[in-house]
């Protein structure tokens, strides 16, 4: 699945990744730093799933961390948004 696709994913059908069409419009070519900035914390995480970089996770758990006040590891990040990493192959756009 290709990165943008990832990241606006909001759900799977069998072996189809549901995508958000508003939300990849919005999204679509933005760094990891940008989504931050932007607040979309779900969107960073499957950033950082896919890029595979663990300092990616720690930079989505940083920001959120100051801003809720709390304490997530970055190993805990992708629970908390509901992103795990998937291999499909199609798309459902919606």
Do not use: C, W
Request: charged share 30%; aromatic share 8%; hydrophobic share 40%.
């Amino acid at each position: 699945m290709e990165l943008d696709d990832f990241i606006s994913a909001i759900g799977y059908d069998g072996g189809a990744a549901v995508v958000d069409k508003v939300r990849m419009s919005k999204n679509k070519g933005k760094t990891i730093e940008q989504l931050l900035e932007d607040g979309s914390f779900r969107a960073a995480t499957a950033f950082a799933l896919s890029s595979g970089n663990d300092d990616d996770l720690q930079k989505v758990a940083d920001k959120y961390n100051a801003l809720s006040n709390s304490d997530y590891t970055k190993e805990q990040i992708p629970r908390l948004f509901g992103v795990s990493k998937v291999d499909v192959k199609k798309r459902i756009l919606l």
